[in-house]
């Protein structure tokens, strides 16, 4: 799987839109963009995933650059519960029940302040 | 986090002593995975199996064993319990729904 670069912290203001960067420069062409957050102490939360499509849900949007070679998360209007790690992950396979490991890095530490 | 199920939640142990932690899902996942997480880290992986039957290291399986008993089932063992093993265990499924977590501190 490919590596991924995400900034260690970013701030936000409760209301406004987060845009969370993440580098994934040696994604291979069969491999998808996944993104998760980890309130604290609780397990890691599926938000959402992409191949080469910008793709939106309840939760948020996924916008994949053309070169696919970066990505952004954009929680639209970002509350105090969305304070939490996010993190970006490449990998082969999309489906839940698919034989493929994930790998995590430290991954964006979102602060929402009031 | 439904579907999912984790045990203990917490277990305090001594060095050299064994404990297995348990996972159960019921979503019918072929994969399933254990992490560890430590203060200020990302999640690294243990041990993984890819169906009922099978079992592969990840990138931390020193000191651990696992077993896939069914396909609802798989548990983490710790042989020989180690400080350097206290640590919060997530156990995963389908690569899309983690367990809330079992924490263990061996003292």
């Known amino acids: 799987d490919a590596k991924t670069t995400q900034p260690p912290s970013m701030d936000c203001a409760e209301g406004r839109a987060a845009n969370l960067p993440c580098n994934h420069s040696?994604?291979?062409?069969?491999?998808?963009v996944y993104w998760y957050r980890q309130i604290h102490s609780q397990g890691p939360q599926y938000i959402i995933h992409g191949l080469k499509n910008n793709e939106t849900n309840e939760m948020a949007s996924l916008i994949i650059t053309e070169d696919r070679k970066s990505s952004t998360l954009i929680l639209p209007h970002a509350t105090l519960r969305d304070t939490a790690v996010y993190y970006c992950?490449?990998?082969?396979?999309?489906?839940?029940?698919?034989?493929?490991?994930?790998?995590f890095g430290k991954g964006t530490l979102l602060t929402v302040n009031p | 986090n439904a579907g999912v199920t984790q045990t203990p939640k917490f277990q305090v142990l001594k060095t050299g002593q064994s404990m297995t932690l348990q996972c159960a899902q019921d979503?019918?996942?072929?994969?399933m995975y254990w992490y560890r997480q430590d203060p200020g880290m990302g999640l690294r992986l243990i041990y993984y199996s890819a169906s009922e039957g099978t079992t592969d290291k990840g990138e931390v399986p020193n000191g651990y064993n696992v077993s896939r008993l069914n396909k609802r089932e798989f548990s983490l063992r710790l042989e020989s319990a180690a400080p350097s093993q206290t640590s919060v265990y997530f156990c995963?499924?389908?690569?899309?729904?983690f367990g809330e977590g079992s924490r263990l501190t061996v003292l």
């Open positions: 992950i490449v990998r082969v396979g999309h489906s839940g029940g698919s034989n493929y490991k994930l790998t």
């Open positions: 979503m019918n996942h072929n994969s």
């Open positions: 040696t994604i291979s062409g069969n491999e998808y």
């Open positions: 995963a499924t389908g690569e899309l729904f």
